[in-house]
């Protein structure tokens, strides 16, 4: 048997009708950039996430990028965020001119410590209200959370944290749309701009890059659709440097026919984490650590079902050989990376980043997986364990 990472076939032949006829719809129109699918998608994914304003987007990275510029973010100013996550969330302070501050992960969720942003914290000091960091003169303006695989990193406490030091908030919730904190708030419903992406792979994914902002804040709302469009209000009148961060009709066309089908693919990757954990905490495997279960009344969405796995590397070519699809996410933390040398960090800097590299392993967890795959997948593992 073969049982890949992730499958988007099925998805596509179960709405094949509506999607296919969507497409045409714009073909036929031949409006194909911020028309009316923009528009309707903006509204959509602007309620789905419990935000007033949906601003439709090229990408998540670009998404990223216009919520740093919109907070005025650049040359001098340093931005918190975590070592492990995929590159655009540093990569996209960098650009800005700002300085990615990394702190490290709380090992259960491989979410951004909170104790690790007071700690770094602890070496800044307020001056004229600003926060500046000791070591380097950098002003401290924002923290960009990362929702990683899913589930949402500790807002409460990242939230009052940002209050009593007048930071605005990033959430990368590129993979993590819909999902809930135990409060039951929505990603992207509680700091200052939510970011998601519709990367193929994403649990909302479109035909090709895409991505949206979502905010409570009018004013950002605004400052956002300017920006996405080089600044520009009225036509040929720039107020502003921004950019082309422009949504195709087509894509948001096609996100306008599978948003209605989220609620339920989330749900089909519930039952496929759930199916896993038990298999797992019954076989009581040593050396293999399921992801701890979401706290009680929180909604993980599970874009990623990582284990951790001493011997990570190992398992990983027993399941190649089986042919189940695995990924790492991510082999390399971005204190490491070869760009950001200039940040000066040591491999040890950010211990439970390194490690999560050296153990994490996705398995296949797509909603269309059927239980005879996912046994397959627990068989395989387990017989790499001799269990
Ligand atoms: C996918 C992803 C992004 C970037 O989104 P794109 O749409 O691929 O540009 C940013 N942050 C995280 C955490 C992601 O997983």
């Not at 309620?47 to 090229?58: A, E, M, T, V, W």
């Not at 004013?219 to 502003?240: D, I, S």
């Not at 399941?319 to 940040?343: D, K, N, R, S």
Request: charged content about 20%.
């Amino acid at each position: 048997m073969k049982v890949p990472l992730l499958d988007l076939k099925p998805q596509y032949q179960a709405l094949k009708a509506e999607l296919d006829a969507a497409v045409l719809r714009v073909s036929e129109s031949q409006w194909f950039i911020l028309g009316p699918e923009v528009k309707a998608l903006e509204a959509a994914v602007a309620k789905y996430s419990g935000c007033r304003f949906g601003i439709g987007l090229s990408s998540g990275t670009d998404a990223l990028l216009i919520a740093l510029m919109a907070l005025d973010i650049g040359a001098g100013d340093e931005v918190i965020t975590s070592p492990y996550t995929f590159f655009a969330t540093a990569g996209t302070i960098a650009r800005t001119g700002a300085r990615p501050v990394f702190v490290d992960i709380e090992p259960g969720t491989f979410n951004i410590s909170p104790d690790a942003i007071e700690r770094f914290i602890s070496g800044c000091e307020q001056r004229d209200g600003k926060l500046i960091n000791r070591a380097t003169g950098g002003r401290v303006r924002a923290i960009m959370p990362v929702h990683l695989y899913g589930q949402m990193a500790d807002m409460t406490r990242i939230m009052a944290i940002a209050q009593r030091y007048d930071l605005r908030v990033i959430e990368d919730a590129a993979q993590a749309i819909g999902s809930e904190d135990a409060q039951g708030r929505r990603a992207c419903s509680i700091g200052d701009i939510g970011c998601l992406s519709f990367f193929p792979t994403k649990n909302l994914g479109a035909f090709g890059d895409a991505g949206a902002c979502v905010t409570n804040d009018a004013e950002l709302a605004a400052k956002l659709f300017k920006l996405r469009v080089h600044g520009m209000e009225p036509k040929y009148y720039h107020q502003l440097i921004g950019g082309n961060f422009r949504l195709d009709e087509i894509q948001a066309a096609v996100l306008n026919v599978k948003l209605p089908h989220l609620d339920s693919w989330s749900e089909a990757r519930q039952r496929n984490a759930a199916f896993y954990d038990a298999v797992f905490a019954k076989a009581g495997i040593r050396g293999l650590v399921p992801p701890p279960p979401a706290p009680k009344g929180a909604r993980h969405i599970y874009n990623q079902y990582c284990v951790r796995v001493p011997r990570r590397d190992e398992l990983r070519a027993h399941l190649g050989t089986a042919g189940v699809g695995v990924e790492i996410y991510y082999p390399l933390p971005l204190h490491m990376q070869q760009c950001f040398e200039y940040l000066g960090h040591r491999p040890e800097d950010f211990p439970e980043s390194l490690r999560a590299s050296q153990e994490s392993l996705a398995l296949p967890i797509y909603p269309e997986l059927e239980e005879s795959q996912l046994q397959y997948v627990v068989d395989s593992v387990r017989t790499f364990f001799g269990r």
